[in-house]
Structures are given as structure tokens and as C-alpha cells.
């Protein structure tokens, strides 16, 4: 009798533990902090297209410095629903992209294509604050994150990727 006294105890004691760790989840943060400033800008590398240098965006479309940049506030909604014709959306455990060109755009329709080898479309986000995101999965096996601080953040499409309208990604953060 005194044994199965002392087993009940453990029991109780074991489940009180399981409970209170489950259920204490005040030391997990989001990757990324809602209403945080970000700016993206972008840059395209290519042997082919650029000599191999990794070039910002203006550069290719003879703009000057910083004038295809964009910096908007992470929320619940999407944050750059127009910029370049793509849309990114962040939240707080991802980042999800979309070409919304159509296939007859005057801008991109030249430039749909699967990417070759040696070409990086880079998209640069720079918070105001610290975030924290430690890794990531991709759905895209072309799409990777490379994480160059605790401010910024690089989306890499490289190659492989099928750039064309409606093509998606999510970048899962963790």
C-alpha cells in the first residue's frame, strides 16, 4: 500500500511538471516582431546578365539609388502589396512571396523564365529592431533565407526557379 501511495505522488508531481512546462510559453518569441519597420530593396546577380556582380535593382532599371526601396510596417495585413510588381508578405513566423506580373507585362513579360545557374534574384530586409529568427524551411527548393544579422534578412531565388505570374513561395521561420 505504501508503494502504490509513493507511485500515485510521482504521478501527480511528473503531471504537475508536464502541465506547467506546456503550458509556460512565455519564453518563446515570434521570429518576428509585429509593427517593426522593414525596408526591402533588391539586387539581381547573373553571369549572364550582370558579369556576375551583384547589382541593385535601380542600377538594371537606370533609377537612381534607393528609389525602387520600400519600408512599411509588419501587421497582420500585407506589407508591400505593389513593390516591383511582387508581393511579400511577413508575418510573424513567415514570409510568403507572389508575382502578380501578368504573362504580357511590359516590364517583366522579357524576363519570365526558369532561372539559370549563377543567377540570384536577392530581396533585402532591413528591421529598424532585432529580430528573431534562428532558421527556416523554404517551400521552393530555388528559394533560400540567408539570415547576414539579426536585423537583416536575405530572400535568394536562385536557380531553378520558374519565374512567371502566380508563382509562390513561403519561407516558414522559426
Known sequence: MMNY???KFLAV????ITIYSCSNNDDISDPITL???VTVTNTFQSTA???GAELAIEDLFHQPAGALAATSSISESVEFPSYRLNLYDIDKNSISFELVAKADDATYGD???VMEADTYDRYYFTFENTQDVNGFTSSNASVNLRID???VLVVEIGEGYDFKPGQS???TLN
Request: net charge positive; charged share 15%; aromatic share 14%.
Open 169 to 171: 513561395f513561403t519561407i
Open 149 to 151: 544579422s539579426d536585423t
Open 13 to 16: 508531481i511528473l503531471l504537475s
Open 5 to 7: 501511495s509513493k507511485l
Open 49 to 51: 546578365f550582370t558579369q
Open 111 to 113: 524576363l519570365f523564365r
Open 35 to 37: 509593427g517593426s519597420n
